[in-house]
């Protein structure tokens, strides 16, 4: 069973930056996207950052030009570089793998890591 293990959240100054990584526990076939999502208390679960297969890498409006997504050429690494935080950051930090599996996606979620944005 697949296992995605994310570190790097944590309590940061407005202004700050924090690294998240997310590495999973085996090797992954055939990958169709690697994204971060977030979710925040009382709201709902938002796409941060996605790359994908065929459509490159997107960002939500509210992180670009703070956040970059990255991996490692095996996709099973990812990374999420978040510059210029803001108290609206604070949530709960997931990544995502999807994979095709034949004809459908599977996908696979990381435990979640908080971070924290306040003075």
């Known amino acids: 069973q697949v296992q995605l293990v994310e570190s790097g959240g944590g309590l940061v100054q407005p202004g700050g930056s924090l690294r998240l990584s997310c590495a999973a526990s085996t090797s992954i076939s055939n990958i169709y996207s690697n994204a971060w999502y977030r979710q925040a208390s009382g709201k709902q679960r938002e796409l941060v950052a996605a790359?994908?297969?065929?459509?490159?890498?997107n960002y939500a409006d509210s992180v670009k030009g703070r956040f970059t997504i990255s991996r490692d050429n095996a996709k099973t690494t990812m990374y999420l570089q978040m510059n210029s935080l803001k108290p609206e950051d604070t949530a709960v930090y997931y990544c995502?793998?999807?994979?095709?599996?034949?004809?459908?996606?599977?996908?696979?979620w990381g435990q979640g890591t908080q971070v924290t944005v306040s003075s």
């Open positions: 790359i994908t297969s065929g459509s490159g890498i």
């Open positions: 995502n793998i999807v994979r095709f599996n034949g004809l459908n996606k599977q996908g696979y």
